[in-house]
């Protein structure tokens, strides 16, 4: 069963391509075969002297982004892309995501349809498709979205995935929220699940857990790449006792229980320097005793995470009246996911607990878990929850509201006009995305 | 990779462009070592295989440099700079088919420049700039060069605005004005500037206005750094903004210094269009980020360093102060101060050794002290090219749409004033055909409504406006 990656925009490439590095250096240094066949089946196909070759799509409407991404992998010595697996034409969607969304989708849809079809023929069975892009930008963005609709009737059956990284709240462009709110509401319709990254997240990682002085954009991808790696690398399954066939089927059916809520963020314990590795020991318990308290006080690293929050849905204050645990992170579903050594022997009830829950699902399809004795990236034991919670709330609410006082002034709003968006389409997008934050917020 | 054209129109767009193509074959010989034509050097550049006698159409795509010609179209309506150009050291990047010339020049009248020649090298121009179109596989942008004082910049200049703009709707089209100083010695360059100012507003995408007597200050700041013996340790003169060294021209010339800095400008602004970087910022980004409402395009930008030069070693520090000189009134291409004034956007172009980190804190650290308005907090568009200009490791061009253009454009229209309240000099305009009294008027309230637009919202500034509230559903 096998997984088609389809890349887009600048971030969509460089996050794509690190994502196959932690892959392909993750199952290759595997000890279990059976790992490491299945990683290579769902990723990665042979190519013509039997190297490996991701099962990619790039695209991207300028030419120097896939040329650095191609050239990396081929220098990773150990996989590549496919030598006609990438589009790209001269000139970039300038941060427009009308741009993107009505001129570069519809004008290239067919041979980008053509470059999936290659692809998926080449699948034994497809089991679904990961799209990588930013939610910034313009090609990435606007293009992104219309592929996905596209992609939507073409494979009605299969599974897509959207992983989409969010920008920094400052300072990549300035009319991100904007494009962020029309992919956001667009991809809402679409999509089976919309898995979220998040810049200034990822950055705080990188300053605070992996120590780096100066953080560049590739560093930044590397801790995305490797939450992705962790979350869809092969995982056993005890009832059929093989490594399960089905991953993005298998992980929507865990995480996506109602169409309203389908937006999943991903944290994962530990995440430390290579250095620092070597000379740390975990432990089951506390590795999940951590993880369970960034679940409930919504932090992103085990540093720094508030311990007094509770998982406490209402609590009863001495007047009588019900109020809100402050700082409480509700899920509708989590996924947890165990590799390395003895996963057997961990206890993970902590997770089951109904309190962490909406009361109208029961626990048991609330609650999925995941795992694998196989040791992921040179982490003797990690593991990672995949969760849709409150977690992206106020991140959406806080876009929301940025790109509503924008348009309160019509700043920009000329710029989509000339590509055919109108002043509706933008109330539309906000329409969808209050609904979102309502339903999020009643959980 | 796209392609841009740079049209440089009268003497000021003529001699500034020169010093471009100067220092732009000097960056791109700093980076391109092996002389393979790339795509970095195909922006600017045509491949041209000289020994085939055919015009110049055959040209090469890949492989060696053979003969490299300047992607540009030089319209003076005197000749002198034009031949200049052809006798000195850069006559190889020109051929004759892409000047166009007069004798007469245009007196330091608007009026001529744009209707009588205007009208008369309509179509010779429009089928120069349509070969130069033809000579690219993806035409991106049109850099046009002129000064606002004269008559054959100011007034062809945007003549040839108006026409690119209906030959070829597609292309963005850049505009760099340099604008007069106070002490102008030709007398009707208010009438001329302000003349320009409505083309400028109604065609252009948008426009980067440089002050010439910013210029001027620059470069004595820099020369006295020089002399005086302060700060000697950190300059290297043969680096700075202002130095021509390591072009093919040899001998400066008189207003080079200068000229030298608009190039730089030009130079930054294209470079992650033409290298790589990890956030690329291609030019069509420009506008969709920094031009908020469609009249509203001019951009004040800044250079840094200027004044000192960074070793190879940086420290954080010194990394900082780059950031936050962009932001002084002593870095700007403007009689300008962006600090006091308000902030529509700002985007950073950052080229050289600098991190995503870099960047970020250094945002953070002046954001509480820049007055952004009300519905763009966070109005910040970065870029990141990896290559740094020649003989720095980092620099950084800061573009800003911001209020402080408004005390320049009042200053012209009180310059304008004076001169039109006595009607000096008008019959020298009306006797032209094509110009008629309404085109002063007009022009006039064409930018007594952008001052007044940036007024209003200036107004603004320091003001707390509530969040506008949001949109309620059913739930």
Redesign the interface.
Known sequence: MSVVTVQLG?CGN?VGQEFFNVLCNDSSNAKDKHYKDCSHERFFREGPSQDLRARAVLIDM????IS?TIAKAVKSDKWRYGEKSHFC????????WANGFSVHGPKHEEVVQDLVRKEVEQCDRLTGILTMMSLAG?TGSGMGTYITQCLRDTYPHTSILNHVTWP????????QNYNSILTLSHLYQFSDAILVHENDAV?KIC?QLMN???????D?NKVIAHHLGSTLQPVYSTSSSCYSRNPIGEFMSSLVNHPEYKLLSVRNIPQMSSTSLAYSVFHWPSLLKHLRQMLIANARMEEGIDWAVRARSVSISDKGRTTREPGFNKSLANLLILRGKDVSGAEIGGFKDPALYVPWLPVESAFSSWSSSVPFSGYEKSATLVSNSQSLLAPLNNM???A???F??R??I??YMKFAISEEDF?DS??VL??VI?SYS?L | MTQSIVVQVGQCGNQVGCRFWDLALREHAHVNKKGIYDEALSSFFRNIDTRKNDGGASQITGGKISTLKARAVLVDMEEGVVNEILQGPLREVFDSTQLITDVSGSGNNWAVGHWTYGSAYRDQIVEQVRRAAEHCDCLQCFFLIHSMGGGTGSGLGTYVLKLLEEEFPEVYRIVTSVYPSAEDDVITSPYNSILAMRELTEHADCVLPVENQSLVDIVNKIRHMAHSGKGVSAIKKDCTVISSQGGVSGVEKPFDGMNNIVANLLLNITSSARFEGSLNMDLNEITMNLVPFPRLHYLVSSLTPLYTLADVNIPTRRLDQMFSDAFSKEHQLMRADPKHSLYLACALMVRGNVQVSDLRRNIERLKPTLPFVSWNQEGWKTGMCSVPPVGHTHALLALANNTCVRPTFMDLRERFGKLYRKKAHLHHYLQVEGMEQACFTEALSSLSSLIEEYSQLDATKGICMPDTSRLSIAT
């Open positions: 600048q460089q300028e030419p120097k982004v650095q034409q001269k000139q970039g969607s300038g941060n427009n313009g920094y709240n400052t300072g990549e462009v300035i009319v950055h300053a780096i002085k100066h953080i560049s954009f590739n930044v929301v509201g940025k509503w006082n924008m309160a002034s700043a920009y000329h710029q109330l906000f329409t209050e609904q309502s009643q």
